[in-house]
Antibody, heavy 119, light 110 residues
Framework: QVQLVESGGGVVQPGGSLRLSCAAS????????MHWVRQAPGKGLEWVAF????????YYRDSVKGRFTVSRDNSKNTLSLQMNSLRPEDTAVYYC????????????WGQGTMVTVSS | QSALTQPPSASGSPGQSVTISCTGT?????????VSWYQQHPGKAPKLMIS???KRPSGVPDRFSGSKSGNTASLTVSGLQAEDEADYYC??????????FGGGTKLTVL
């Protein structure tokens, strides 16, 4: 079935690094743009990053530019998010999401993976 | 990348209609027809309810409708049902291949 499964979350100290993965199945992964969206505990949704269908271009929210890198391996149907120089304010559930049509329309979401940045 | 403005809460009785607003600027909501709406129940991933201002994906009840006027988009839920109680988020294209979410609205069915 069509699904996205995130992994790689955990507890990390401020300044540390973490790599999230998102495994896709049930749809032609290489045909769709993919996004990362996060949600801090008890807070709203926040868009984080976007990778074009072929991985040639990536875009980020200002607060993670230079620290986060989104990439994809279309041969393995996998999306990744490398997070460096982590800050307490990066603590959140991180979701990967598949583009549906146009900008901001995501029709498939993963279950999310929790990232906690704390000393 | 300032968040779009949504009312923190909204409510209505079963069978009634409720409208949730989402206000941005001419750089986001007002400048593009890429506004979507999501429903999120506690502990669950968001669900796409409306895309491109007013389009309903397959499987979404026609009780949900979207519209836009100027810099403000709106989601209307007609014939409120208990299962509609959830958080609702708008999102808009904000230029340069980026998007921005609203702060979210908690919808209570009285």
């Amino acid at each position: 079935q069509v699904q996205l499964v995130e992994s790689g979350g955990g507890v990390v100290q401020p300044g540390g690094s973490l790599r999230l993965s998102c495994a896709a199945s049930g749809f032609p992964f290489s045909s769709y743009g993919m996004h990362w969206v996060r949600q801090a505990p008890g807070k709203g949704l926040e868009w984080v990053a976007f990778a074009w269908y072929d991985g040639t271009n990536q875009y980020y929210r200002d607060s993670v530019k230079g620290r986060f890198t989104v990439s994809r391996d279309n041969s393995k149907n996998t999306l990744s998010l490398q997070m460096n120089s982590l800050r307490p304010e990066d603590t959140a559930v991180y979701y990967c999401a598949k583009e549906y049509t146009g900008y901001g329309a995501f029709d498939i979401w993963g279950q999310g993976t929790m990232v906690t940045v704390s000393s | 990348q300032s968040a779009l403005t949504q009312p923190p809460s909204a409510s209505g009785s079963p069978g009634q209609s409720v409208t949730i607003s989402c206000t941005g600027t001419s750089s986001d909501v007002g400048g593009h027809n890429y506004v979507s709406w999501y429903q999120q129940h506690p502990g669950k991933a968001p669900k796409l309810m409306i895309s491109e201002v007013s389009k309903r994906p397959s499987g979404v009840p026609d009780r949900f409708s979207g519209s836009k006027s100027g810099n403000t988009a709106s989601l209307t839920v007609s014939g409120l049902q208990a299962e509609d109680e959830a958080d609702y988020y708008c999102i808009s294209y904000a230029g340069s291949h980026t998007v921005v979410f609203g702060g979210g609205t908690k919808l209570t069915v009285l």
